[in-house]
């Protein structure tokens, strides 16, 4: 019952933050210094622009779920296996504090795109983008207009070769971040490198980015993260 409330706050919430997160995305705010961020450039950038609370802190896991579905048209699919990894930060209000995802070795991984790999020994991992790594990125693509599959496969290889080995499973969830990438902010094949510097350097939205007409299913997603994998095994045998 209480969750069934909540998601129905969530909604009529939603609801006005959609018609609002326009005026608010153009009122892009940074976090300030108590605010919570994590690893995740797209749930910072929800943040960033309003249309999760910008504190980062206390929000609902049913938030986040009506948020995947209405502002991104994530598919119930895709947002069920997302927010069910965050999920298990969920404290016993069933909200989460957007820095509990840097937490080392369960959602958040080493050989990042664009973040540090996690000290030695520490229990969090560092939440600050690398603006050397986010350019180093984009110096990747092939055409020099956007990143494909392909080209985040390249940069997945070379940032996987400068760090410790990553378990099996996050080794696939780092796939899925490049085809997350790929759907949501790119049109499933390329991202375009100013959507790519918005959302990866500057957590923000990418410039007149609109949601996807039709929800994004976590077969494409993966069906996509198998295309990153299997160029990624071309580059490793090169
Ligand atoms: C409930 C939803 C989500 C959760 C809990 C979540 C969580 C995370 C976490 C913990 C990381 C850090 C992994 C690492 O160490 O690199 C991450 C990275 C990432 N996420 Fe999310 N995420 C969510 C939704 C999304 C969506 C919808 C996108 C779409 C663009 C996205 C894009 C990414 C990307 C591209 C990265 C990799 C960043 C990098 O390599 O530095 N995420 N996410």
Redesign the pocket.
């Known amino acids: 019952m209480f969750v069934f409330s909540l998601a129905v706050l969530s909604l009529g919430s939603l609801v006005v933050s959609r018609s609002v997160a326009s005026d608010i995305r153009r009122s892009f705010v940074p976090p300030g210094p108590g605010d919570s961020r994590?690893?995740?450039?797209?749930?910072n950038a929800l943040a960033n622009e309003n249309i999760m609370p910008h504190t980062g802190q206390n929000i609902p896991i049913a938030l986040?779920n009506q948020t995947?579905r209405e502002v991104?048209n994530?598919g119930a699919d895709l947002t069920d296996a997302?927010?069910g990894?965050?999920q298990q930060f969920a404290d016993d209000n069933g909200t989460i504090n957007l820095h509990d995802?840097a937490t080392h070795n369960v959602?958040?991984?080493d050989a990042?795109?664009?973040?540090d790999d996690a000290a030695p020994g520490a229990v969090y991992?560092p939440t600050d983008t690398n603006k050397a790594k986010v350019a180093a990125v984009s110096g990747l693509s092939t055409d020099g207009v956007g990143l494909t599959a392909r080209d985040l496969a390249h940069a997945r290889v070379i940032a996987e070769e400068t760090s410790l080995p990553l378990p099996d499973n996050l080794a696939f969830?780092?796939n899925v971040?490049?085809a997350?990438?790929l759907t949501?902010?790119g049109d499933g094949t390329t991202v375009d490198l100013a959507a790519f510097g918005d959302?990866?350097g500057e957590n923000k939205l990418p410039e007149g980015w609109v949601k996807p007409t039709e929800p994004i299913t976590l077969d494409v997603v993966v069906g996509i993260a198998s295309q990153v994998a299997a160029a990624k095994e071309e580059f490793e045998s090169i």
Not at 38 to 43: M, N, Y
Not at 112 to 115: D, E, F, I, M, Y
């Open positions: 994590s690893p995740c450039p797209l749930l986040l995947m991104l994530l997302l927010v990894g965050a995802l959602l958040e991984h990042s795109l664009v973040h991992a969830a780092a971040e490049a997350l990438a949501v902010i959302l990866f």
